[in-house]
């Protein structure tokens, strides 16, 4: 990045890379000559940064702390090119990004058929996992979690759905393979109005349309 501000001519020291741990975040947070943060992350994290801005100069922040993004289909749309789209929107990194399309919304009057092709689709890269030969593209791999935690809070999202009976598993919501932290792409329906599965960040290749 830093080669890239340089060629692009600002002029030096108006851009400056600090990398580091949570520590140098900190040091960012409290510092008087600091006139404004921006922080994504953890709600957590979002709050000591916050009461860090309040004991040193009262910067400003911007906070982007989790989100549940939404794709839209309507009856008009072109529900082939729509299926692909929330296919890729939700699943991008197996789900681990703070856009992933993880609630779909679509009209009732489509519905039935955008639902089937999307589980036909979901069901087709939970095949592949198991098996690579039956991989149509590279765009439909799809990778594993971040780490052992990760994995144990989303397949929690799933059980928890299933168990308090807060919506219908329509595909998936398995782990694939013993080694690595892979879980099929998952599709919930019918969610209660208050269920986590429907109003949580869940940060894996889980949605609910």
Do not use: W
Not at 107 to 132: E, G, H, Y
Not at 176 to 193: N, Q, S
């Amino acid at each position: 990045m830093g080669t890239l501000i340089k060629a692009a001519g600002f002029p030096p020291g108006v851009v400056q890379i600090l990398s580091g741990p949570g520590s140098t975040g900190a040091l960012l947070a409290e510092h008087p000559n600091i006139a404004k943060i921006s922080f994504t992350g953890s709600v957590a994290t979002g709050k000591k940064i916050h009461a860090a801005a309040a004991r040193s100069n009262l910067k400003r922040v911007t906070l982007e702390l989790g989100g549940k993004s939404p794709a839209i289909v309507f009856e008009d749309a072109d529900l082939e090119n729509a299926v692909r789209h929330c296919t890729a929107g939700l699943l991008v990194n197996s789900g681990q990004a703070c856009f992933a399309s993880s609630r779909i919304l679509v009209q009732r009057s489509v519905a039935p058929r955008f639902l089937a092709a999307l589980q036909t689709a979901f069901s087709s890269i939970a095949a592949a996992m198991r098996d690579p030969a039956l991989l149509r593209s590279p765009l439909e791999e799809l990778g594993p979690l971040a780490d052992r935690e990760q994995f144990d809070r989303v397949m929690s999202f799933i059980e928890n759905a299933e168990r308090a009976h807060e919506a219908t598993l329509l595909v998936g919501g398995r782990r694939v393979g013993e080694k690595g932290y892979y879980v099929e792409p998952t599709l919930f329906v019918d969610p209660t109005p208050d269920a986590d599965i429907y109003r949580r960040e869940i940060f894996g290749p889980v949605g609910v349309p």
